[in-house]
């Protein structure tokens, strides 16, 4: 939230976002995954995502938020639901656990 409040013009250049989760003591690292996800969906140009760390990823949050994905990398990932079926761009998918 704080990059795309003190950052203006972020949310129409933004192309390519790594998160990486870090482990937080109170809440799931799904859930600030979850919450990450929803904020950043209104950047329209993201045409490459990467996460590292989650515990468990949406693909169907992540294809509802970035329709215009063309790379996709989550490595270092425990769980997967959902599905990536809208991103008709997508070219390029890394998936580890």
Known sequence: MAVL??????????????LEIM??????????????IGALAMCYHIIEL???????INLSAIAASFRSLESLS????????GSLEQLGRLRTLHISA
């Open 5 to 18: 409040e003190g950052m203006s013009l972020f949310v129409q250049n933004a192309q390519a976002i790594h």
């Open 23 to 36: 482990e937080d003591v109170h809440r799931s690292n799904s859930v600030s995954l979850d919450a990450a």
């Open 50 to 56: 990467s996460t590292r760390l989650a515990h468990t």
């Open 74 to 81: 989550c490595p270092e990932t425990n769980d997967f639901y």
